[in-house]
């Protein structure tokens, strides 16, 4: 139980273009799903909070308009990445919790993450 | 002060020895602490949880928690090469699942043969 997936694995794409990237929880539906990046040898940074029927919660120094969140259903969130640049090659992770129950409390499952390169 | 410290290794241990991983927190509040498992070019898979004061084992794993030290570590016995990996400290102010994780930087871990 508690997979998440994360569609595509890998993208190049060319500057200028955007890029969407889904994140599903399989088993489980998730009203808060987790957006995170992280460059090479470097630890998971939190970008935004995905909150479904409502906007994102970005942190701060994240620009909303270049990274748009959408969480349309308890199932699916997607991170599309406009007008993309060198500077954001990337791998992108996302996560969701199930609602805690017993002693599972607040387990975020990862998606295999997507490797975004911009040429 | 980061909110969540590791040392960032890395930590070499040899095969079949105990591997011991540190972490510190800032926030008294912290409620949940998690250690994830991070392969290079993965995403991180969650290893431990652990809510209450003291040691939680789970096969080779096991998770102690110090609330008054701000303390948690994770200990890795009869380690294999297959340990070798970064592993991250996470680290959790409430139970809620719309509650966001802090991460530490993570320790890269070598298991040498």
């Known amino acids: 139980g508690a997979v998440v997936s994360q569609h595509p694995s890998r993208v190049i794409c060319k500057s200028g273009t955007s890029v969407k990237i889904e994140c599903r929880s399989l088993?489980?539906?998730?009203?808060?799903m987790f957006w995170y990046r992280q460059f090479p040898k470097q630890s998971l940074m939190l970008m935004a909070t995905?909150?479904?029927?409502?906007?994102?919660?970005?942190e701060q120094g994240v620009e909303k308009d270049k990274f748009l969140i959408n969480h349309a259903s308890l199932t699916l969130s997607t991170l599309t990445v406009t007008s993309a640049h060198p500077e954001d090659s990337s791998f992108y992770i996302c996560?969701?919790?199930?609602?805690?129950?017993?002693?599972?409390?607040?387990?975020?499952?990862f998606g295999a993450g997507t490797r975004l390169s911009v040429l | 002060q980061k909110e969540v410290e590791q040392n960032s290794g890395p930590l070499s241990v040899p095969e079949g020895a105990i591997a011991s991983l540190n972490c510190t927190y800032s926030d008294r509040v912290s409620q949940s602490f998690f250690w994830y498992r991070q392969y290079s070019g993965k995403s991180p898979e969650l290893i431990m949880s652990?809510?209450?004061?003291g040691d939680k084992e789970d096969g080779r794993f096991t998770a102690q928690l110090n609330k008054a030290s701000q303390y948690v570590s994770l200990l890795i016995r009869d380690s294999q090469p297959s340990d070798s990996a970064t592993y991250l400290c996470?680290?959790?102010?409430?139970?809620?699942?719309?509650?966001?994780?802090?991460f530490g930087s993570g320790t890269r871990l070598s298991i040498r043969p």
């Open positions: 652990i809510y209450s004061n």
């Open positions: 996470a680290v959790n102010k409430g139970y809620s699942s719309a509650s966001k994780i802090i």
């Open positions: 088993d489980f539906q998730a009203t808060t």
């Open positions: 996560s969701a919790s199930p609602s805690p129950t017993g002693s599972a409390k607040n387990i975020q499952y």
């Open positions: 995905s909150n479904e029927g409502s906007k994102a919660t970005y």
